[in-house]
């Protein structure tokens, strides 16, 4: 009775190094699973960000800060929607009709053809346990036509 009672002792301790070997992976996927749902959400609001941008650039005049602002959602400069995106991580360039950047939109305001809104140095932090891997989510853009540019057809020009 007692070699019985010693092998039932040993399954006992077995059964909870491979609860704790199961448990540890199951858990690792879990929040890897919960982590990449989370990431596919920040690179739709980043989307969605630059095609905001890029209207609100369109529509406003050329250098005001609004674009950016209105693009991260701010709410008091930093977004309401993605932690630590911030208007600083919107860039706001005025393209020519080739694409090219103009370097001085203000003097060259003819010359716009199109507006471009990008989200740049931005990177997201994961919070996977044992792993705390770093997303650098830069480079998403959109680009659009020139509209009015903040110049309505009679009046003056008003910030947006």
Do not use: H
Not at 9 to 33: D, H, N, P, Q, Y
Not at 107 to 125: C, D, H, K, L, W
Not at 142 to 149: D, F, G, K, N, V
């Amino acid at each position: 009775m007692p070699a019985l009672r010693n092998a039932m002792a040993r399954e006992r301790g077995m059964t909870l190094v491979e609860f704790s070997i199961i448990s540890t992976v199951l858990f690792l996927v879990l929040f890897g699973v919960i982590e990449f749902g989370r990431a596919m959400y920040v690179v739709n609001v980043l989307t969605e960000a630059t095609r905001r941008g890029a209207r609100l650039a369109a529509v406003c005049p050329v250098n005001d800060p609004y674009p950016a602002e209105g693009a991260v959602f701010a709410s008091g400069g930093v977004s309401a929607v993605v932690p630590g995106l911030t208007p600083a991580n919107v860039e706001i360039q005025y393209l020519d009709d080739s694409g090219a950047v103009i370097t001085d939109p203000v003097t060259n305001f003819g010359e716009i053809n199109y507006v471009r809104a990008q989200i740049v140095n931005f990177s997201m932090p994961l919070v996977i346990p044992f792993f705390y891997p770093t997303l650098s989510l830069s480079g998403f853009a959109a680009t659009l036509p020139r509209e009015s540019l903040g110049v309505p057809r009679s009046g003056t020009v008003t910030p947006c």
